[in-house]
């Protein structure tokens, strides 16, 4: 029998999938590609599945579902299409575990479905638990399925926990490299283009993410996706600035002692914890250099410029269908900004004003969080197809940017 960890990539088409295929390359005596999903990429999933020779692929895109076919007939690779496929594949007997990269709340359905059928989970989509994390971590305690978190922060507090998981938390740190805005002020904020945005100084990332990381949003999504796979309450999460992206992130015990994980900023690493956890492989990463970073700096993040960190720390206080609130209302914002349709400043105006609208509700069924969705999406799209409705701060000046 192989001891080879047969894996489902959910997303290999994007910038997680496609490193964890370089990890997966780099060790091909300890996993096997089982699954490659994409969404529309159909050129990349077709080479990636004639390199790793997958038993399943799915294309989303129902359109491109005979193009993928065809490529890959005359291998003995499966073809499927749809997100109801992306949610059954990843309960086939021979999946081990299923790295979730796919971005957004279009991760959600096929992740739940994985721990329904007791798969490990090496979450990269940290939106799943920032919409229904009461739901996901519930049904994993229940299946005896854990969650290995991808994200580098999480990644790094997880390494910290290693033999301390009996030892009580007292806080986490989060560090934010504070993206390429750090130190701009509103004014400078309110002209901003997406080619600014998705300029990161430290990390390569898909386009959501990265103006995710512009705008702050990231780090608030991250607090909340650290509340769930820690069991931590708020107060116990702080998020400190350190531009060089060295330190991941930190733990401090209930002794005063503080653990930190520092490496290289590259995803690979905790990609292939997550992967290969319990175990670390020995890899070819490039090393850490104490004399390349004479400092390693540390600064408190500018709230009053950078409003969606308060906007998430609110909705992670106020519990219930908050988060998923405003992850719909930041999905939306972030893809008009990518079409130049808003500007910068106008995607926290978009997130505050449905935070205050949308229905609230104390205790989601998985149902409430899918109609949650929906509202808010419709809501926001609404504000963004009617600038003449002011925004509070950013909207002004983004709708004579866009004239
Ligand atoms: P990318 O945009 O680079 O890739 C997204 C992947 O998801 C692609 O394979 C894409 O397919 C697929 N996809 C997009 N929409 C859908 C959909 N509706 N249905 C099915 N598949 C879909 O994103 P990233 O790799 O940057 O991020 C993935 C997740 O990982 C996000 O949740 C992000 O927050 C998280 N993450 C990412 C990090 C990074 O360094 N990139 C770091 C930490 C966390 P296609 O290519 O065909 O469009």
């Avoid at 999933?45 to 790793?52: M, P, R, V, Y």
């Amino acid at each position: 029998m192989s001891n080879k960890k047969n894996i489902a990539i959910l997303g290999s088409t994007g910038s997680i999938g496609t490193q964890a295929l370089d990890v997966i390359r780099a060790n091909e005596d300890k996993f096997t590609v089982e699954v490659l999903t994409a969404n529309g990429n159909a050129d990349l999933l077709i080479k990636q599945a004639l390199e790793f020779n997958p038993n399943v692929v799915v294309i989303a895109d129902e359109n491109k579902y005979q193009f993928v076919k065809d490529a890959l007939n005359p291998h003995d690779i499966k073809v499927y299409s749809s997100n109801k496929a992306i949610a059954d594949v990843v309960q086939m007997n021979t999946v081990d575990l299923v790295l979730t990269a796919i971005v957004g709340y279009a991760g959600l359905e096929s992740t739940l479905s994985a721990i329904k059928a007791g798969k490990q989970i090496a979450l990269a989509n940290k939106e799943t638990l920032v919409v229904a994390g009461d739901i996901v971590t519930q049904l994993a305690k229940e299946k005896g399925v854990n969650l290995y978190p991808v994200d580098s922060e999480h990644s790094a507090i997880f390494q910290c926990l290693a033999g301390e998981f009996h030892n009580p938390i007292e806080k986490i740190y989060l560090t934010a490299s504070g993206g390429p805005f750090r130190g701009k002020d509103i004014s400078y904020l309110s002209t901003v283009t997406k080619e600014q945005a998705l300029k990161h100084p430290n990390w390569e990332m898909g386009a959501k993410i990265t103006i995710d990381s512009a705008s702050l949003m990231n780090k608030g999504l991250e607090v909340i996706e650290a509340k769930w796979l820690f069991g931590l309450r708020p107060e116990q999460i702080d998020v400190i600035v350190h531009p060089q992206s060295i330190v991941h992130s930190i733990v401090q015990f209930t002794d005063g002692s503080m653990k930190a994980q520092m490496g290289l900023p590259d995803m690979k690493l905790p990609i292939q914890y997550a992967m290969a956890y319990p175990d670390r492989i020995k890899s070819n990463f490039t090393r850490f250099n104490f004399l390349d970073y004479p400092q390693l700096t540390f600064e408190p993040v500018d709230t009053k410029t950078f409003r969606n960190l308060v906007f998430a720390f609110d909705a992670m206080k106020k519990g219930g269908n908050a988060a998923c609130i405003l992850n719909a209302a930041n999905e939306i914002a972030v893809a008009a900004f990518l079409k130049d349709k808003i500007g910068f400043l106008q995607m926290s105006d978009i997130v505050e004003q449905c935070l205050q609208t949308i229905d609230f509700i104390v205790k989601p069924t998985y149902e409430d969080y899918v109609e949650t969705d929906k509202k808010t999406r419709i809501k926001a799209l609404e504000m963004i197809k009617s600038p003449s409705r002011p925004s509070q701060r950013g909207g002004a000046v983004a709708n004579k940017k866009n004239n």
